[in-house]
């Protein structure tokens, strides 16, 4: 199957090219740093903390911290996509390979296992240190922590999917512009959807969900948010009340399984409709 | 199919918008040929190729490529080709880039080694093998690209301007490439603008102009024998009309220009002039060159 080849191709294109080095030199400096700041959390307060005070506040540091992954992981993935059939058709080295026996569905698929591959290869080790270590400095684990990451993986592969189609038409920096536009914009569609939801006002809401199944980052943000927090959590927000909802790090809910299918179909609507115009691209 | 020419195109023409870069090709190339695709920049040469690869689908028309459709995948296995915009991963070394096209051509993978090193040792980078395409000059990818397109000893080898990054020496070594491969009965397609190049290795050639074939043929058939310019006075016009035995001809002031005629019979022309009652005063015997033809064709003045 030559989608393998091009698939181990792209890979090994992004740890020559050292993205790989330099993401795991600054994903060490910024774990060890948070590391420190979990372990201060204990120390905050002169009076001994309760472990459920304790696990309120590492929750909440840690979807900070994750936020802050997911957004590495999400724009790291863009840029390694955005580019990744556009600037090999621009300097020509796609007419050497593609004269070759090899169809262009292979090449794409392969182009996106070898995208994905560096995703999970990059997201897995990254975040199961950051929890292992958040465990052993403050005692704190979260209670989904594989959910998590097939939510925030998930989250990745879909801006993945949407540069590589953008890849096939347009240059690198339009993808890439593009994928961080979008990804904002459904962030903050996700915030209007929750005001909406909290106060009871249609209109805000159907923004947010239109937002959430046009470009599912945000949907998946939010699953990642609920499988990092701790259910005395849960119920103090919704004590709270209504407005909880228009806060994007907080999830009262994981996402439903409608939902989680809907993003499956997402991607691999994407990935064919990627297929479809690079078939058509005259080289 | 054996016995089906290595390349036969029917009308295969090629629009992008409003332009036409391929206006109609027809041409047949029969196995075993060195054959010269001629033409200005922007004749439509790189687009012919491109549509023979199916790296771009024709608009209409067709053709066949070693007896298959065009695109299709076990013909492309015997397919080798050098592109015009030649450029390989940068980050792999020249075994790797060898390597990934012994894969994408489906060569027997212990055939690889040898595959490999072969190609490095006939475009002389055997001692680069192992160095990244990232610090080659632009020579040494094009010859790299050649290497590329000769894995697997391919029954057709498409090369397109494959000169146009070497020196003198280089351009040496390409040609006796393309004589190697002509004497193992591999097809070649050589896509040229230079001319000498194409005069000293090519078999036959077509002579393409704003996307149409405008002359065929074999060398010899093409330049259909010397020209001779001959400084006559005082020979009536009627007159001439019985040198046309010895050629197509032109009258250029005093000068009158015989085209295609033998250069063994320059003597008895001079003769039948001088029978005719002309004055010679010089004789000029030329052989037309690739250029002088391709000029002429192209409607350019020598």
Known sequence: ???????????????????????????????????WGFSRIPTLDDTPMSAVEIAA?????????MFMFSFVLAFSAVFAASPAISAEVESGITLAMLARPITRLEYVVGKWLGLLATVLIYAIPAASVQMILVQLVVGYSPPHPLEFLAFVIGEAVVVLTLSLLLSTRFAGMVGGVTGLILWGLAWMGGIVGGIGLGFGNATLTHVGTASKLLLPTDGLWRGAVWSLEPASLIAAARAAGRTAAANPFFAPDPPPPAYVAWCVIWIAAMLAVAIWSFMRKEL | MIDAPAIRTQELTKRYGSINALAG????????????FLGPN???KTTAVKLLLGLTPPTSGDAEVLGAPIGDRDALRRVGYLPELFRYQLWLTAREVLALHCELAGIDRAAWQREIED?????GLSDRG???????????????????????????????????ALDPVGRHDVREIIRALGERGTTVFLNSHLLGEV?????????????????EGTLDQLLGGDTVRVRVVDLEREATNGLSRFGQLDQ???????????SERVPELVAEIVRLGGRVYAVEPRHESLEDRFLRLLGQPN
């Open chain 2, 130 to 164: 192992s160095g990244r395409v990232g610090t080659f000059s632009k020579g040494m990818q094009q010859r790299l690209g050649l290497g590329v397109a000769l894995l697997g000893a391919p029954d057709l080898v498409v090369l397109d301007e494959p000169t146009s």
């Open chain 1, 1 to 35: 199957m030559l989608a393998l080849t091009v698939a181990r191709l792209q890979l090994q294109e992004l740890l020559r090219r050292r993205l790989f080095l330099v993401l795991l030199l600054l994903t060490i400096v910024v774990i060890s740093l948070t590391t």
């Open chain 2, 42 to 44: 922007g004749a439509g």
């Open chain 2, 252 to 262: 250029d002031g005093d000068w009158l220009v015989i085209r295609g005629i033998d």
């Open chain 2, 119 to 123: 190609a490095l040792a006939i475009v």
């Open chain 1, 57 to 65: 506040v590492a929750s909440q540091f840690l979807i900070l911290v």
């Open chain 2, 25 to 36: 090709l027809t041409m047949t190339i029969p196995r075993g040929d060195i054959f010269g």
């Open chain 2, 199 to 215: 005069e000293q290795v090519c078999d036959r050639v077509a002579i393409v102009d704003h996307g149409k074939v405008v002359a």
